[in-house]
């Protein structure tokens, strides 16, 4: 008979706190519910949709004996091109699975630039007749997106973008006369996340801007000084910041 009593309190036990876990799980989908965020009458991209897109800039300097602060006689020329296109397919609703590659490539020759420390006669001043450098990177990853509604707006939503990319990196630089000269080579690896603004221009063409956010990466640079001298480098960091130096501008269709 005792036992029976405790196997039943038990039972009412497991029973109650069943319930206080059920209450408080719809009491925190509530909550979400009045934010919007799994209200699915908020419908931005549908189940089903492709996502084609992508982003690009370029820019361009030429420099002509000009003057920054503590560096003058500048000359030099130098360009950055960047591309990033991306597709993707909406495996749910407001949510997209894809793939992004992104491709850069920066060139810089400086003829001349000096660099001044205090007065002409006890001041230090450091200068340069030749400087070369050429680079380009490269990457492929996986995307994964979800798009937030502005309410029941149809045209305006954020969204979040997770990337898990690898890719690569080679550079060229030369100075000095005799020229010398360092070739490199890197292997990147990332984990990031970016958040951005969309809004639809028509039915299936949308503008939209990202920001990064925040990431992972790890790189390994492998390193030839004048064809003879050898050196390597490992470098891992976490950035929990905005950067503003990545900020991107594209256009996207959805079909």
């Known amino acids: 008979m005792r036992k029976f009593v405790v196997l039943f309190f038990l039972s009412i036990f497991g029973a109650v706190n069943v319930m206080a876990q059920d209450t408080a799980l719809a009491e925190r989908e509530q909550r979400r519910s009045q934010r919007g965020l799994v209200d699915m009458n908020n419908l931005f991209v549908p189940k089903g949709q492709w996502v084609f897109g992508g982003t690009a800039s370029y820019s361009t300097h030429d420099n002509q004996s000009y003057k920054l602060l503590i560096l003058e006689d500048i000359n030099s020329i130098g360009y950055t091109v960047k591309v990033s296109p991306l597709i993707a397919y909406a495996i749910a609703d407001n949510m997209a699975l894809g793939g992004r590659f992104n491709y850069g490539r920066s060139f810089m020759r400086i003829d001349s630039a000096s660099l001044s420390f205090g007065d002409e006669e006890t001041g230090t001043q450091l200068s340069t007749d030749f400087y070369y450098a050429l ?24 969204f979040n973008e997770v990337q898990l990319s690898v890719g690569g990196s080679q550079a060229k630089f030369a100075m000095d006369s005799p020229v010398r000269g360092t070739f490199s080579k890197s292997f990147d690896i990332g984990l990031g996340v970016n958040p951005g603004i969309i809004a639809f221009a028509s039915n299936v063409m949308a503008v939209e801007v990202n920001v990064g956010m925040m990431g992972i990466n790890y790189s390994h640079t492998k390193q030839v000084h004048n ?9 891992s960091y976490m950035n929990f910041s905005v950067n503003l130096l990545s900020i991107g501008l594209g256009v996207s269709f959805y079909m």
């Open 135 to 158: 680079q380009h990177s490269y990457s492929a990853g996986a995307v994964w997106r979800y798009y937030i509604p502005l309410g029941r707006n149809k045209r305006f939503a954020l």
């Open 227 to 235: 064809k003879v001298a050898k050196g390597d480098s490992n470098a």
